[in-house]
C-alpha cells in the first residue's frame, strides 16, 4: 500500500537503518515500550525515530484523545496470546504479516529462542532487519501479502516449514485489504495445529451510537492523510464463523481485553463501546486442535 512508502522518514542518527512509515509509526507512538521486556526489543527501540508519525499522531488524537487504549488493549493481546502460545512449545514457528517497524517480533524470538519468526511487510523490512540484526531466529523479510505466491515462495526460501505448524498474527491490517485476499493469506497456513490471531475492525451496527464516529473519522484522518482510496474491511466473530479452513477458537472485545489488562473496563465499559476484536482461529477445519488450541478452546465465550 502507498502509504508507507510515500511518506519515509529521513535517515537520522537514531534510526540507523533508515526509513519509518507514519503509520506504523503512529501505532508504536500510541503503544510505547512498555509492554516489551526483552532487552533486544528495548535497544531496538532505543534506536527508532517515530517522529515521522507525530503529524498523523496529533489528527487523530484530536478525533478521539483515547485513542492511545484501543491500541494498547490490542498490542497487549495480542502479545500475552502468543507468549502463551508459544511457552506450550506446540508451535515454534511464528509468520508476523505486516508487521511494520513492531517490536513483537523481536520481542517474541528473543523470549522464545528456540522458535523462528518471520516478519513479512512489502516496506521498511531491510532497514528493520539493519536495526536487529543481533536477532539471529528472526528474519524480516520483504513481500506484498496480496501475493500468494510471492508470500509463499519468500518464507520458503528463508526456512519456513510449511508442513510444521505456525503461528499466524494479523495485526493492524485486516482493514486495509479485502476479505478474500485475507482468506488467501490463510491458505498458506493449513498445516494441522496452525493458529491465527487476527485483529479486526467490527461492522457499524455493533458498535454503540454514541461511538461509532470514532473509528469512521480515525480512519478517514488515516486514509486522507495517506491518500488511499480503497474502502475499509470489516469482520465479524459471525462472518469469521462461515469462512471455510478456520475456527473461532477465541474472540475477544476491547472492553473483555481492558478488564483481563487493568483490572478494570472503563473507557469499554461494556462490548458494544468498542469496535477492536482479537480473535484466535484454528486453521484446520478438520484436524484434531493442538494442546494450544484446546487450551484455548476453554476460554472461547
Ligand atoms: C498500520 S501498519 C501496522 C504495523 C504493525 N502490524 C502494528 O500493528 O504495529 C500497516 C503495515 O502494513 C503493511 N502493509 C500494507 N499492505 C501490505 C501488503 N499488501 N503486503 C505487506 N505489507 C503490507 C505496511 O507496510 C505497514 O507496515
Given at each position: 500500500?502507498?502509504w508507507?512508502?510515500?511518506?519515509?522518514?529521513?535517515?537520522?542518527?537514531?534510526?540507523?537503518?533508515?526509513?519509518?512509515?507514519?503509520?506504523?509509526?503512529?501505532?508504536?507512538?500510541?503503544?510505547?515500550?512498555?509492554?516489551?521486556?526483552?532487552?533486544?526489543?528495548?535497544e531496538?527501540?532505543?534506536?527508532?525515530?517515530?517522529?515521522?508519525?507525530?503529524?498523523?499522531?496529533?489528527?487523530?488524537?484530536?478525533?478521539?484523545?483515547?485513542?492511545?487504549?484501543?491500541?494498547?488493549?490490542?498490542?497487549?493481546?495480542?502479545?500475552?496470546?502468543?507468549?502463551?502460545?508459544?511457552?506450550?512449545?506446540?508451535?515454534?514457528q511464528?509468520?508476523?504479516?505486516?508487521?511494520?517497524?513492531?517490536?513483537?517480533?523481536?520481542?517474541?524470538?528473543?523470549?522464545?529462542?528456540?522458535?523462528?519468526?518471520?516478519?513479512?511487510?512489502?516496506?521498511?523490512?531491510?532497514?528493520?532487519?539493519?536495526?536487529?540484526?543481533?536477532?539471529?531466529?528472526?528474519?524480516c523479510?520483504?513481500a506484498?501479502?496480496?501475493?500468494?505466491?510471492?508470500?509463499?515462495?519468500?518464507?520458503?526460501?528463508?526456512?519456513?516449514?510449511?508442513?510444521?505448524?505456525?503461528?499466524?498474527i494479523?495485526?493492524?491490517?485486516?482493514?486495509?485489504?479485502?476479505?478474500?485476499?485475507?482468506?488467501?493469506?490463510?491458505?498458506?497456513?493449513?498445516?494441522?495445529?496452525?493458529?491465527?490471531?487476527?485483529?479486526?475492525?467490527?461492522?457499524?451496527?455493533?458498535?454503540?451510537?454514541?461511538?461509532?464516529?470514532?473509528?469512521?473519522?480515525?480512519?478517514?484522518?488515516?486514509?486522507?492523510?495517506?491518500g488511499?482510496?480503497?474502502?475499509?474491511?470489516?469482520?465479524?466473530?459471525?462472518?469469521?464463523?462461515?469462512?471455510?479452513?478456520?475456527?473461532?477458537?477465541?474472540?475477544?472485545?476491547?472492553?473483555?481485553?481492558?478488564?483481563?489488562?487493568?483490572?478494570?473496563?472503563?473507557?469499554?465499559?461494556?462490548?458494544?463501546?468498542?469496535?477492536?476484536?482479537?480473535?484466535?482461529?484454528?486453521?484446520d477445519?478438520?484436524?484434531?486442535?493442538?494442546?494450544?488450541?484446546?487450551?484455548?478452546?476453554?476460554?472461547?465465550?
Amino acid at each position: 500500500m502507498p502509504w508507507m512508502t510515500h511518506i519515509m522518514n529521513p535517515p537520522t542518527s537514531k534510526t540507523t537503518g533508515g526509513e519509518l512509515g507514519a503509520t506504523s509509526a503512529l501505532v508504536l507512538l500510541w503503544s510505547g515500550p512498555e509492554l516489551y521486556a526483552s532487552r533486544e526489543a528495548q535497544e531496538y527501540w532505543r534506536k527508532l525515530d517515530l517522529s515521522e508519525g507525530e503529524e498523523i499522531h496529533k489528527r487523530c488524537n484530536n478525533v478521539w484523545g483515547n485513542y492511545g487504549e484501543v491500541i494498547k488493549n490490542r498490542k497487549w493481546k495480542i502479545l500475552q496470546t502468543s507468549k502463551q502460545i508459544l511457552a506450550g512449545e506446540d508451535i515454534t514457528q511464528v509468520v508476523i504479516v505486516a508487521a511494520g517497524f513492531s517490536p513483537m517480533g523481536i520481542e517474541l524470538a528473543s523470549l522464545f529462542p528456540q522458535s523462528c519468526v518471520f516478519e513479512v511487510d512489502k516496506s521498511n523490512m531491510e532497514a528493520k532487519s539493519r536495526l536487529c540484526a543481533s536477532v539471529r531466529n528472526l528474519s524480516c523479510l520483504s513481500a506484498d501479502i496480496t501475493d500468494r505466491e510471492q508470500c509463499r515462495n519468500t518464507l520458503l526460501a528463508h526456512g519456513w516449514n510449511p508442513t510444521r505448524p505456525t503461528l499466524l498474527i494479523f495485526e493492524g491490517i485486516s482493514y486495509y485489504i479485502t476479505a478474500a485476499q485475507a482468506a488467501d493469506v490463510w491458505g498458506l497456513f493449513s498445516s494441522s495445529g496452525s493458529l491465527c490471531l487476527f485483529e479486526y475492525l467490527v461492522p457499524q451496527e455493533q458498535i454503540a451510537a454514541h461511538r461509532r464516529s470514532i473509528p469512521d473519522e480515525i480512519f478517514e484522518t488515516i486514509l486522507n492523510y495517506c491518500g488511499i482510496g480503497t474502502p475499509i474491511t470489516r469482520w465479524s466473530r459471525e462472518l469469521l464463523g462461515q469462512k471455510r479452513g478456520v475456527r473461532v477458537l477465541q474472540c475477544h472485545t476491547l472492553s473483555d481485553i481492558e478488564r483481563e489488562r487493568t483490572g478494570q473496563a472503563s473507557t469499554f465499559s461494556r462490548s458494544e463501546d468498542g469496535w477492536i476484536e482479537v480473535a484466535l482461529l484454528a486453521m484446520d477445519q478438520d484436524s484434531q486442535p493442538s494442546s494450544g488450541a484446546s487450551l484455548a478452546t476453554k476460554e472461547t465465550k
